[in-house]
């Protein structure tokens, strides 16, 4: 468990360790929005979605990973690449803020462009891949898709993906780590993958023919687009990475999500969640869905370090 954690939560849980808000080490990252007072409006959400950059930190030790073993992630979820929020310079400064995290793997969590109406600044496949192709890390660089991926250019994305050399995990495990430090990385297929009526879905994840490639004792990390496979992950997986939610991506303080695209409603919006001792985080995400505005859920990278 992480130091300070209770043992049992359900829900967003506020942001733990939240630093350098929109200026990242070393100048990288974006000037922030200061001297705004009306955070209630359409002006300051819009800002908010465009300006705003924060890291924030989770530490942890989840049932099944040994204590002591230490190992940094750096999650990168959600760009919707395109403008007015998004455009390729703000999706440079991710990058590069990425970067200088300095983690010892990234994961890329799927929905790489804009879909909205009100795009400004169309950003290519081609542009926004090799944007990611510049993030290094010592284990690699791995990622999954999103449902907006299927939804709109599944060709187009794989074809962007696979010309950056960008290893991409559907329903797929890599065996990563040191000998005596190994683990094993799963990426889980999209599970909205093929919109089959009204609020109907037929997805791309199978997580026990995920599972069964896992060889070795080793611990087992879960990348999720979507939170909501959680409910049947098994204990073998020591810790589920998931996006997609954005957080809500318009939040009032002491209010429910405005938005949150989950069965689940708010239960699996945002943040570090453990239920029956199984652990999962989800993160805000950076870029917008539906509008291009964020209020109360900043932009953020999230860096997870696990054996603390």
């Not at 908010?48 to 204590?67: K, M, S």
């Not at 990611?132 to 284990?139: D, F, G, I, N």
């Not at 890599?174 to 919109?195: E, I, K, N, S, T």
Request: glycine residues 14%.
């Amino acid at each position: 468990m992480s130091v300070g954690d209770p043992t049992s939560f359900v829900g967003p849980a506020p942001r733990p360790g939240l630093t350098r808000r929109g200026l990242l080490r070393g100048g990288i990252g974006l000037v922030g929005i200061g001297g705004l007072m009306v955070p209630g409006s359409g002006a300051y959400a819009a800002l908010e979605a465009a300006n705003d950059l924060v890291i924030t930190d989770y530490r942890l030790t989840p049932p099944g990973w040994p204590a002591g073993r230490r190992l940094t992630i750096t999650v990168i979820a959600d760009i919707h690449a395109g403008g007015p929020n998004m455009g390729l310079a703000r999706v440079k400064q991710v990058v590069d803020a990425g970067n200088a995290i300095g983690g010892d793997l990234i994961v890329v969590m799927g929905d790489y462009f804009a879909t909205h109406r009100f795009i400004t600044e169309h950003v290519s496949n081609a542009a926004w891949a090799a944007e990611l192709a510049r993030l290094k890390a010592p284990l690699g660089v791995y990622s999954i898709l999103g449902n907006h991926d299927w939804w709109y250019d599944i060709t187009g994305v794989r074809k962007a993906l696979a010309a950056e050399r960008i290893p991409l995990l559907e329903n797929d495990v890599v065996h990563l780590g040191a000998p005596g430090a190994r683990f094993w990385l799963a990426g889980l297929g999209d599970q909205l993958a093929h919109f089959i009526g009204p609020s109907r879905f037929r997805g791309e994840d199978d997580l026990p023919g995920t599972l069964a490639q896992v060889r070795t004792s080793d611990p087992v990390i879960l990348l999720a687009h979507e939170p909501d496979i959680f409910v049947t992950v098994p204990d073998r997986v020591s810790l589920t990475i998931a996006g997609h939610t954005h957080g809500g991506q318009i939040r009032v303080p002491f209010v429910p999500p405005v938005w949150a695209p989950s069965a689940y409603g708010a239960r699996f919006a945002y943040g570090h969640i453990v239920e029956r001792g199984r652990h999962m985080i989800v993160s805000g995400g950076l870029g917008c869905s539906k509008v291009p505005l964020r209020l109360g859920v900043p932009p953020e990278i999230v860096r997870v370090t696990l054996g603390v």
